[in-house]
């Protein structure tokens, strides 16, 4: 009996810890996709939201990491995007007021570019392609940083 009772404490003990591992794996795989997703969330909503674009009204430099959007819509609504540096906030205004888009976002810079879409532009009369750019940095990925982007055309164009 003893020796029954040892071996199923050494097989519990062992269980216990394969277990325990596992469930940390888990919970730091699922810190590194919930910044990920905040990260694509943003991506979405930009896209979405371009596509009721009528034109760029304002658009910070692409080397700024805070970035800034501002366009109209054909309505006549002015909406934007913007980057808090500290505490890591996107925010976007949606013509009446500031709410907040994503948390843990390194960096947010916007690309705009002229109709080839390869000639880049500052000029806002000459944007018709805008490049947005999202780091999030991966908390359980030994802090490696993750560039994601995408592009949208504007629409009156």
């Not at 596992?22 to 997703?37: K, R, T």
């Not at 009446?96 to 080839?116: H, M, P, R, V």
């Amino acid at each position: 009996m003893m020796v029954a009772t040892a071996i199923m404490a050494t097989l519990m003990a062992s269980v216990v810890v394969v277990m325990r591992s596992g469930y940390a794996v888990w919970n730091a795989q699922e810190a590194d996709i919930d910044a990920l997703e905040n990260g694509y969330g943003v991506l979405r909503h930009f896209v979405q939201q371009m596509r009721q674009a009528d034109v760029v009204t304002v658009i910070s430099a692409a080397t700024d990491t805070t970035g800034d959007l501002t366009f109209t819509t054909a309505a006549g609504v002015t909406r934007a995007w913007s980057h808090n540096g500290t505490p890591e906030q996107v925010y976007f205004n949606n013509g009446t007021s500031n709410q907040l888009l994503a948390n843990n976002i390194d960096t947010l810079t916007f690309t705009g570019y002229e109709a080839d879409g390869v000639t880049p532009t500052t000029v806002v009369d000459d944007i018709q392609v805008v490049q947005c750019s999202v780091q999030v940095t991966l908390p359980q990925g030994a802090g490696v940083p993750r560039m994601l982007s995408c592009r949208a055309w504007i629409r009156s164009w």
